[in-house]
């Protein structure tokens, strides 16, 4: 019964079909850190387009975006929510600079990072959701 | 395996001369081995004629839930070997997130909603959570997996050595999509369906019929046939039939699906008593 991948768990399918409909950019990331979908905001947000680039792991995430503490300072990658998110199995909410690597636009945002955990109480991964100060 | 329905139909028993050629028994369906092994899969009003036609030397029976809700246990008070000392009596269904699968029958098999306790029934009674899950009975290899259906449900994939069954009873895969179907791997129920010799999919709604009901559940019978296609079936059952569908309405309606996915296998509207043989057993 091998498939090319495996297929995901229906959580994970209606927690990608729920972000399909929202105007908030998400991201929708394994236990890996790999995010497997985003949506049509969070395209913005990123500057590339989910069909273009399809699922995109941890370090190219990095390559893409930077968020830091501090507008003049560099480096704080998207790590930290994100681990705390599924190390800890707990909700995260941090104000941060985005900066957009590609055409260095900076942006300030709030990240709201939360575990999805199914009824059995199994990781399966994390919602991560940006909500942008526009004029900031 | 031996694949006999005993009930088809969806949501509410439709008994009468307008449903008897499938039927009106809510869901359920024998599935017996080549060495006897008997699955009962679903608890709706047809268990209780399933259990008639058991066989008197059986000593074990396995009941199959795929979730909780009205029409696919509410045959389940009415079966014989519960009520039989020497029966052993294996019941697997999904447990909630707060609540035991016991927890959960017992709020129907109690007072005021039926008279007889569950710890009360005579045969020996053995509950199995299936969440996400494998685990064997004679010769079956099962596999259960949370489908996209409102509540805890699961699906189930039923081998043995030569032949292959995923009975998917409710399940609304399209739930969402802006078109369907989709990859495989977002597909709900994507693997428990793939490559099986049958599939009893949900087909409840016709398309027209699917804006007025999103969410509920269920899928169309054009989104079943997809799902076939997707999955790689090699004969489809159209299950769960609405119950305000007659049997002319009913086979109108799939045919008139089928002319238009055009689907590279076999369709057969289940019906009670209509069994399917698979593999050589």
Known sequence: ?136 | MKVTPYGVRGSLAAPGPATARYGGNTSCVRVTGPDGTVLVLDAGTGIRALALELPTTLSRVDVLLTHLHMDHIIGLGFFGPLYNSVMEVHIWGPASATLSLEARLRRYLAPPLFPVLLRDLPCRLELHHTGRSRFSIGPFQIRAARVCHPGPTVGYRIETETSSLAYLPDHEPALGTRRFPVDPEWTSGFELAHDVDLLLHDAQYTREEYPGHAGWGHSTMHDALAFGQLAGVKHLAPFHHDPGRDDAALEKALDAAVAEVKPDFPVTPAAEGRSFDLGSA
């Open chain 1, 1 to 136: 019964m091998a498939t090319k991948t495996a297929q995901q768990s229906v959580e994970m399918i209606l927690v990608r079909q729920l972000a399909s409909y929202l105007f908030v950019p998400v991201l929708v990331i394994d236990t890996t850190g790999t995010v497997l979908f985003y949506n049509e905001p969070a395209e913005r947000i990123l500057g590339v387009r989910f069909e273009e680039t399809g699922r995109i792991d941890r370090e190219e995430v990095d390559r893409l975006v930077e968020l830091s503490d501090d507008p003049n300072a560099s480096s704080e990658d998207l790590e930290r929510p994100l681990e705390t998110a599924l190390q800890q199995r707990r909700p995260v909410h941090a104000r941060r600079w985005l900066l957009r690597r590609a055409d260095r636009v900076r942006l300030q945002v709030e990240l709201t990072v939360f575990p999805i955990i199914d009824h059995e109480e199994r990781l399966l991964g994390a919602m991560a959701m940006f909500w942008e100060h526009h004029g900031a």
